[in-house]
């Protein structure tokens, strides 16, 4: 065979999200773009707000000797200053420059964090349902993905943390907003996890750092702050992005701060600035430092997305979807009214809905709609849900497993 063999066995099981963007692109062509209501994958349809655009246009104006040239593997020393002054608020503990790596997106942050922490046989821990790329950038590593469960409201439960701690376990990856769930964990549950992480350390005698992957802290919904992990564990390690809050994805730019208080700070920033640069990024985009150097604070207006959460929720209550409620993101996650969702979800797909079953996620039983598209159509998608919902009748609700 060409290729490595443990690639060739995660081609065969490419993600669910993208499988439904290909499909989702055959329906377009088949049926038209406006016939089908493709909501299966996170890309931003807001426009990115005008301070983005005007900042890109002034650096992009530049003309300076070594202006796109290379830099420090950690990024422009000014940008991160700028950044970990506005971090330094959002997260209630004072960065500084040193604490901070501008990285290429939130995806790029978590292999440079994975990479610098884990020996290859580590295991990390998540709550299920998460983010599917987590098991992939884990094995990256040759480490494990051990997800444990979240609770019947899909918060994080830290007691099946305690249990889940081994000799093995370097990190634990947690995501709040959350995709799929559009959860937000409250800082009382973050303060319980930080006891049993802090436990747990001490019973196997190795530091478990905390991951919290941030890249939807701005769009949160009905006035909710997202909770800080560095004020109540030290040993946390914030990796987000602009992807989702400029509305950039594929400009790739994002940051990795490291709380001031964490063990081994100095060595573990040393070993992430080597791991930015070693893993072929170098640095992050230096064009895109520059550009969101001067927009801190600045984000796309969370109203509009909100605005398409309370759209798409009446068109679920009409039709008769449970649901849990998003409290930021711009994630549906939505009960299957039959334990295979795959059937409802082909379902959906004969109506030309895509959404992305919630098996994708590691949550079966459940499906995810994406609602960052065009109000036209979640409007449109009006009908076809309830079509869909009176072709599956409820099955009774089967008891709970989890607690
Ligand atoms: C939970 C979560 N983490 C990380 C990422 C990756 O973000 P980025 O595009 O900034 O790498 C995404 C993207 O959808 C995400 O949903």
């Known amino acids: 065979m060409p290729i490595s063999t443990s690639i060739a066995a995660m081609m065969q099981n490419s993600s669910f999200i993208r499988k439904m963007f290909e499909e989702g692109s055959k329906l377009k062509m088949l049926h038209g773009v406006d016939a089908v209501c493709d909501f299966s994958i996170g890309n931003p349809d807001m426009t990115p707000p005008q301070e983005f655009q005007a900042a890109l246009m002034e650096e992009a104006g530049r003309q300076e000797p070594r202006i796109h040239g290379y830099m420090p593997n950690a990024g422009y020393p000014y940008v991160r200053k700028n950044v970990a002054d506005f971090a330094s608020s959002e997260q209630g503990v004072e960065l500084t420059a040193q604490n901070l790596l501008m990285t290429c997106g939130a995806g790029g942050a978590l292999n440079v964090a994975l990479r610098a922490i884990v020996n290859p046989g580590d295991e990390v821990l998540a709550s299920a349902p998460c983010f599917v790329e987590y098991g992939f950038y884990c094995g990256n590593y040759g480490a494990e993905l051990k997800l444990v469960p979240s609770t019947d409201t899909f918060d994080l439960n830290p007691k099946v943390f305690a ?13 709040s907003p959350h995709n799929p769930t559009g959860r937000i964990y409250p800082s009382e549950t973050l303060a319980e996890l930080a006891e049993v992480l802090d436990e747990a350390s001490r019973r196997i005698g190795r530091r478990i750092y905390l991951l919290s992957d941030e890249p939807y802290r701005k769009i949160a919904y009905d006035g909710i702050e997202v909770p800080s992990v560095m004020a109540v564990y030290p040993h946390s390690l914030v990796a987000t992005s602009y992807s989702k809050d400029l509305s950039v994805p594929g400009e790739r730019i994002g940051y990795l701060a490291v709380s001031p208080g ?30 969101v150097a001067r927009l801190q604070g600045v984000s796309v207006d969370v109203g509009v997305y909100q605005a398409k959460r309370d759209k798409l929720r009446a068109i679920l209550d009409d039709a008769g979807f449970e649901y849990a409620e998003p409290q930021g993101t711009f994630y549906f996650w939505v009960k299957s009214p039959v334990d295979d969702e795959l059937a409802v979800v082909d379902a959906l797909k004969k109506e030309l809905i895509l959404t992305v079953p919630g098996r994708g996620f590691s949550g079966p039983g459940w499906f995810r709609i994406s609602y960052c598209v065009d109000d036209a159509v979640i409007e449109r998608s009006a009908e076809g849900f309830k079509t869909v919902r009176k072709q599956f009748p409820s099955q009774p609700n089967p008891p709970l497993e989890r607690t």
């Open 163 to 175: 249990e889940a701690v081994t000799e093995k376990t370097a990190a634990v990856i947690i995501n």
């Open 262 to 291: 964490a063990d081994d700070a100095e060595q573990l920033i040393g070993a992430l600035t080597l791991c930015n640069r070693i893993l072929g990024y170098v640095n992050a985009p230096g064009l895109m430092q520059r550009t």
